[in-house]
């Protein structure tokens, strides 16, 4: 693990395994294979303490996504609305510590704080996310830091108003992109996974974490 360049000072420098894709920084590969099979294991462990659940949105309709986390808080939606928890809906835990593979991905971007929320998402074949801004956090001068883990994803960016215009990459396993700066709320979302691409998940699909700082400093 680690940058294979150094951050320009609007964090844009390409060069090595580093591409700005549609102005958004794609570490490709950033973590090798024994390293995606150790995150995870971790992620399985974490699973079997706080269970995957589909949130419920506003309109009463399961997500197609899986979500669980590991931090203090988990992104959280039903009928009320969404927002953040921090114990788990059906066991009423706190949630697991985020795993120190995701943690040194964090710090390589970010080192003013530790992330408090590492949320999992999990797609299967047919899952997918709709155009969203992540915006419940307290500080937006924080990144989103997300890291991909088997099955491809075909990622959508857009800008700050939900009708701008869209731009779609695909992001591969192992692959960590960082929305800071300008890009830290724009509109994004994930159309289709390409199922069966990836051998890392036993049942195929894809796991996404997206590292995040929600509380006050
Ligand atoms: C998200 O926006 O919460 C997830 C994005 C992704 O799955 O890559
Ligand atoms: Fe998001």
Known sequence: MGLQAEWGKDMALVSGMVETVHGIPVFRGFLDADEQRSLLSDLRDIARAAPPFSPITGW??????????????????????????????????????????????????????????????????????????????????????????????????GGLERGDPTRSLWLYSGD?????????????????????ESALLKDGGRLNLTLRRVGEM
């Open 176 to 196: 960590v992109m960082v929305l800071s700066g300008e890009n830290r709320l724009r509109f994004h979302g994930i159309d289709r996974i390409k199922a069966g």
């Open 60 to 157: 009463g309709k399961p997500m197609s996504v899986r979500i669980t986390a590991a931090g203090r808080f988990c992104w959280y939606s039903d009928r009320r609305g969404y927002r953040y928890i921090e114990a788990h809906p059906a066991t009423g835990q706190a949630f697991p510590p985020i795993p120190a593979l995701a943690l040194r991905a964090w710090h390589e971007f970010e080192t003013r704080a530790d992330p408090d929320c590492c949320l999992i998402n999990h797609y299967r074949e047919g899952a997918r996310m709709g155009l969203h801004q992540d915006r419940d956090e307290a500080d937006f001068s924080f990144p989103v830091v997300s890291i991909s883990l088997g099955d491809p994803a075909l990622f959508r960016i």
